[in-house]
């Protein structure tokens, strides 16, 4: 085991603003692409829907 | 099209067959990602000792070289199937290359973000024109011309077809980053794995970087599997199949 405390966990032997800066900013980044791509497919399934009762309607309309 | 029943290469090349293959294997790329990465931060944290020279500011590159390894490989992935759509004109090959471009600039991002979290202890500066950060910024640059390029033109084809062509010429990039630490000799050191010797670095780091290497990996393709079912469904939006997936009557 490397770590005797939480305290020296977070600390990092004096770099822990470099360590917890490069893993908390990886963590946030594949966090938010993950966020984006639920989102993408949300939305991408939404517009087709009304994409598709547009053109439904557009077809009634015609007929 | 072909009639044949029987099993081709080619089958899975059509976005309407590949589509429900992407939405079944992506949850298991998922599921191996969180393991694989889950197990890379225990060894990096837990297992691997201090080291003698860095102290523990060299934790850094249990994300650092794994993000710039995929950087490099997701650019080349993404580079062979433009290849393959400008060549074939196959749809599904141009999808991909717009699926991954995203994923390759945040892991080109990653790896000049945490070089330089690494730099600052170890080379006293947070950047420098060397020539392998150099190529790297380069590399984040080539990512989003792509997908600028590819969002500026309205024709789908054209838009393939441009970036396809910035991509292949980007391609030239990829062994220029590589081999920068032995072409010149800058700052960046050379590689810290090694297929001719044996690595310069301890048996628990080592294996603490291929897992996160390979969490990454695994990332990767269930980011990249996600964004192309995506990319599919906007761009096959007038076929009768998307319009079935979408229980919509045609």
Partial sequence: ????????????????????????????????????????????????TKYYAARRRNHEAKA | MSTSKRFSWFYF???????????????WFAALAVLLCAAGLYI???????????GEAYRIIFIHVPAAWMSMFI????????GVGLVFNTRLSSM????????????????LWTGALWGKPTWGTWWVWDARLTSELILLF????????QAAIDDQRRADKAGAVLALVGVINIPIIYFSVQWWSTLH??????????????????????????????????????????????????????MAEMGERT
């Avoid at chain 1, 692409?33 to 087709?48: H, K, N």
């Avoid at chain 2, 090349?13 to 949850?27: E, H, I, K, M, V």
């Avoid at chain 2, 944290?45 to 080291?51: E, N």
């Avoid at chain 2, 080539?142 to 390029?149: D, K, T, V």
């Fill in chain 2, 189 to 242: 050191q050379g590689a810290s794995v090694s297929m001719k010797s044996a690595p310069s670095m301890a048996a628990t780091m080592l294996i603490g970087m291929l897992i996160m290497a390979l969490g990454f990996w695994m990332y990767s393709i269930a980011a990249a599997l996600a964004r192309v079912r995506c990319v599919i469904l906007e761009r096959e939006r007038h076929t009768e199949w998307v």
């Fill in chain 1, 1 to 48: 085991m490397n770590w005797q405390s939480w305290q020296e966990f977070l600390t990092m032997g004096g770099y822990g603003l470099y360590v917890w800066g490069s893993y908390v900013v990886t963590l946030v980044i594949l966090a938010a692409e993950i966020v984006a791509l639920v989102m993408r497919r949300r939305g991408v399934i939404a517009s087709l």
């Fill in chain 2, 75 to 82: 650019y080349l992935v993404m580079g062979f199937w433009c």
């Fill in chain 2, 96 to 111: 991909w290359a717009t699926a991954l471009a995203p994923t390759g600039a945040l892991f080109t991002f990653i790896a």
């Fill in chain 2, 44 to 54: 990096s944290f837990f297992v691997a000792p201090t080291d003698a020279q860095q």
């Fill in chain 2, 13 to 27: 090349s059509s976005p309407q067959t590949f589509y429900p293959l992407a939405g079944r294997l992506q949850p």
């Fill in chain 2, 142 to 149: 080539l990512y989003i011309g792509f997908m600028a390029l």
